[in-house]
């Protein structure tokens, strides 16, 4: 529960509009010391507002944390059961361990678990995935295809092909898919997906799909590993993209694949996957646990299996790897 205090605070910001208060002024307007508003303020900061401080002016707030609420996804949501379901959580471990909690008692395809912030995500490889607060995209979808074991892969092509679509459509960016799954502006990666399943012999019991997207960080929000490698958004289009609506944008676009896929199979997936990958046709070197693979890609086979043929013309199938271009 906010405290009135702070309810307060955030009107005297809101209503100065943009102009500096001291400290002092915001004591007298809501009745409180100073070293109160000196916690709020600090507190604020953690949720990730961000107040520029200036001697003898005062405090004046210069960017709000856009904060995601689940009334708001809601909001104009025209999907029949992706997100139809939403669990909108401010703080987790990893919105995959709730998704899975969730999947097994017996959530209905399309539930969705959303996060502000995860303190231990998790990537491909028992890699950690940064996820700060406010910033980013960090959510699990359940969905439970009636299909083989094999064919899981196949879905984590899908997801990623909804995924370029609805950033294309919202921003205008251009991102393309390194193969299996990382999506990349200008060759920094903006997208993870990390696909994790419960099974039973050879039928999928679900299939819990986790998206991690860069959408408004800053430079300075990316911890110094990342700063090279990965990018936002925000940063690549130059302005903050709302979250809400990106996604929405993902909703829609992955409910219509996925309809797509359970009528017509994974021929049309494939295609449009192919049209957005950038490490077809060229040559590339893959790294699996046991060895390096270097030739040309040549595509996916309907298992999403990636095909390389090396200098010797031996066609390699790799199955899991990091990619280099
Ligand atoms: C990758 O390594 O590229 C995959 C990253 C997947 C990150 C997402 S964020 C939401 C979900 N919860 C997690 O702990 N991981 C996935």
Request: with cysteine; hydrophobic share 40%; net charge negative.
């Amino acid at each position: 529960m906010q405290s009135q205090l702070r309810k307060d605070l955030l009107d005297a910001f809101t209503k100065a509009d943009g102009a500096y208060l001291s400290g002092q002024h915001i004591a007298e307007l809501i009745g409180c010391s100073r070293t109160a508003v000196w916690k709020h303020i600090g507190e604020l900061r953690k949720e990730g507002f961000e107040l520029e401080a200036v001697r003898r002016k005062g405090y004046r707030i210069v960017k709000t944390p856009e904060k995601i609420t689940a009334d708001e996804l809601r909001l104009g949501l025209t999907t029949k059961f992706i997100g139809k379901n939403l669990h909108y959580e401010e703080t987790v471990d990893s919105t995959q361990k709730i998704a899975h909690r969730l999947a097994y008692d017996d959530a209905p395809e399309g539930t969705v678990i959303i996060a502000e912030e995860q303190v231990s995500g998790r990537g491909r490889m028992a890699r950690r995935w940064h996820s700060p607060k406010y910033t980013g995209i960090w959510m699990s979808i359940i969905l439970r295809p009636n299909i083989s074991l094999p064919k899981a892969p196949q879905l984590t092509l899908l997801t990623a092909v909804a995924i370029v679509q609805a950033i294309e459509e919202l921003t205008g960016l251009l991102p393309e898919i390194k193969w299996p799954n990382d999506i990349l502006i200008k060759g920094k990666k903006v997208t993870g997906i990390l696909t994790e399943l419960e099974a039973e012999s050879d039928r999928i019991n679900s299939i819990i799909i986790g998206i991690g997207i860069n959408v408004n960080q800053t430079k300075e929000d990316f911890p110094s590993d990342l700063e090279q490698i990965a990018t936002s958004l925000l940063l690549e289009k130059g302005e903050t993209v709302s979250r809400a609506d990106l996604i929405k944008g993902i909703f829609t676009n992955l409910e219509k694949l996925y309809l797509l896929y359970l009528e017509e199979g994974f021929l049309p997936i494939k295609l449009l996957w192919e049209s957005y990958a950038i490490s077809i046709g060229k040559k590339i070197t893959a790294r699996t646990l046991t060895q390096s693979i270097i030739g040309k890609a040549l595509g996916i086979t309907d298992d999403g299996v990636l095909m390389i043929e090396d200098d010797h013309g031996k066609i390699h199938h790799v199955y899991s790897a990091d990619i280099e271009l």
